[in-house]
Every structure is written in C-alpha cells, then in structure tokens.
C-alpha cells in the first residue's frame, strides 16, 4: 500500500486523486471541493442518486454545488443535448437560443427588462458591478460579511474571514481572502454584517454619494442558508433609492430554486440588477445579469464593454430552454415539489436532532437549507455562525457520507425536483443513525 493508507471504502477515489496530483494543480479543480476526507470521484448518476468509482451509492444533496435542480440526467435535459449534438456547438454568432431563452427570462423575472448571458456566475456579478459603475458614475460598492459573489479580486472580500481579522461591526475591516489579490481592490468595496440595517443606513450617512450599489445575496446561501430578516430587503431597497444607488441581487443560488422568479419573486423586492447561474440550465455552463432596461442598455453603445467567447453558447442555451420550460410546467409544479421535499427533510433532520439530544440549528428554504451545530438560537448573519462546532460537523458530515448521504463539506444541502419522500425517509434515518454516532463519540 502507498502513503494513502489502508485501503477502504474510497480506495479508487484516494487513488485517483495522487494520480491527478501529479498533472493538475492542486489535484481538484477549486479548492473548495477538496474538504471531505478525500475528495470523492464518481462514476455516474441518475437524479437524486450518485455513485462513487468505488461503488457506493449516494443521495445527492450537493447538485454539483447548486446547478442540478432537476436532478441528474433528467429527460428533458438528456434529448435537449442530443438534439444539439447534430447542430453547430459553438457559432460566436447570433442564433435562435439566445433570444428564446432572454424572452423565457423576462417572463420570469421581475426586474429582467434586458438579459445579458455570462458563462460563469462570477463573470456576471463582474458585468453587474461594471453596469452599476457606469451608471452611477460612482465607484463604491457596499457588499457583506459571509456573502461571496465569485472568486474575482473585486469581490473576494469578507466572505469568510477569521474573527479576528473582522474589526467591530460598526466599523468591520474588508478582509481578502487569497494571497495575490490585488491591494487597492479593497479600496472599492465597503463591508458591512447583513441583516443589520443601522449599520448599512450609517454607512451610507458617511458615504452615500460615493455608493454605486449595494450587493446582496437575498438569502445567505453562502454563510449557512441564513433567511433575511423581515422587512430587510425592503429597507434596503429604500436605503438604495435614497441615495441614488443600485440594488443588485446575487440571485445565482436563489434563481430558478428559491422559486421561478427568484428570490426577488418571493420576496417582493424588485433589484434593479440581479445575477443568475446554476440552475438556470440545470448542470451546462450558463449565468446571466438581468435588470432594468437603461442600465442594460448601457452594454454596447452606452460605452459599458463586456464579452466572452463562450457567451450564449448553443448547448447551454439549449440546457436553459429545457430546464425553464420544464420549472414552468403547471406553474411551477417542479420547484413547488423541490421546496416542499426540502422543508419536509429540514423538519424530518431537526425531530431527529430532537430526538438524539443534539442541538441543531437547520437553516434555510426547502431547496437549499444548512445545518449548524451551535448554542445560539437565532442565527442572523456571518458572525452569528463563527459560534458553530465546524469539528462536530465534520465529524457529523463524514458519518453521513458513509451511510449514504452526501452533502456540501460546509453543511449545505440541495434539493432538486428529483428528490422523493423515500429519500427523505432514507435520509432522515441516516442522520439520526449519524447524530447517535456522533454523541456517542464525545
Ligand atoms: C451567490 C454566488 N455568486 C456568485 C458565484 C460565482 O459563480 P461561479 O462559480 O459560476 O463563478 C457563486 C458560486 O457559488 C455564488 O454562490
């Protein structure tokens, strides 16, 4: 045996993962999927079930970190891309799609006047932010502590940070997150905790006129599925309107999940941009800044640059018109059964927690919610979830995994349409078996 130890259940993963070490840097392809014990190859799926190259089989709750919401190789999904196996893949041209799939959006979307479509969900937010600039004519941009809208310097910023590094909440530092970022990129952001109005009306006090826009996740994905306060979204809104600011949702976990007109549908709060991606064509590469028509506008003739080689490519374009017109289906049946699937496991995880003894927090809506091994009763914002036993959780996450149950390394679990009450009967009882183990080993 080599330096990967005994053999076991995921022997083929650990061995693949050194061979790969060998050729690609860092051995996984974003750091963020190397947490688990070894960071697991698969060999194949089919909707809410995935199966690793060692054979186990598991239920998917990571939906490839969110895109899958209709779960693996749905039907839909499957003739979309054999049709367009026989058609051009790649034109860097116009064609059919790509207003097919905007027009789709529009319906959709409250604040989508204008659609511009992006491979990546961080190119997009980069657009919304250029738009917002120009625009405005201002440079500042208020985004949050725990909120992440991509890897790019301008936004990798404060979005987890160690507590020491946090500064006061009146006042928190903007705190980058990797080793070569540019410097004077904190320049342009301001930083504040979410879900605390005072703090960001204060901000504004001071700076105000000098803010483009505030960005916002609408709901925590990134920090835990933490819910808006009531009210929040619109205070806000208003905050924005005051001083002559954007509002920009990063709707690229929320959109076409939380439901079919995003975050801003559910809540009722119009942004004046906001960023979609993931599940907007269901797993191919697609993501898209939609907004207010004169902002939009601003692309092209109004002087605001942006491109991409890969922009509206066929095949993704192709995967969006099949996963919306399947979402939209008897209006919306296919996100109503995500949600109520989900909310049915969060409540089937906390009884289990209830019954084991163990304090659980379990965050969220049901398509995308998180567990919190924490004391606190309430969990607000960033900070509130720096009190969480990470050590416990991935102790818990690990027990999960081998009995059959795969969730993100963060605690984050995603429920696509293509999740049954049987595998919320399965899961529950894995958690609970997996809770037992836990206390038991303290
Ligand atoms: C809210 C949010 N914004 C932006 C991004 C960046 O998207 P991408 O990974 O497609 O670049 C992500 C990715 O997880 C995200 O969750």
Redesign the pocket.
Known sequence: MSSLGPPDRWSGSRLRLERARRSLAGGVSSPFRAKFPVPLYFADASGSRIWDVDGNRYIDYTLA??PLILGHKHPALVEALRRQAERPHILGAQHDLEYEVAEKIQQLVPCAERVAFTS????A?QLALRLARAATGRNLILKFEGH????MDSVLISHHPQREQMGPPEAPHAVPESRGQAPNALENVLVAPWNRIEIAESLFERRGRQIAAIIT?PVL??SGCLLPRPGYLKQLRRLADRYGALLIF?E??TGFRMGLGGAQGYYGVTPDLA?F??ALAGGPPL?AVAGRREIMELIGDGGVAFGGTFNRNPNSLACARATLGELERERGAALAQANRIGTMLMEGIREAARRCGVLLQVTGFGAAFALHFTERAELGDYRDTLADDRERLAAFLLHALEKGVYALPDGRMYVSAAHTEQDVAETVAAVESALLQLRASR
């Open positions: 970190w969110g990546s969900g961080s190119e937010v992440y809208h991509g890897w996740e994905c990134n990063d690229i976990i960023t991606g993931k993501s």
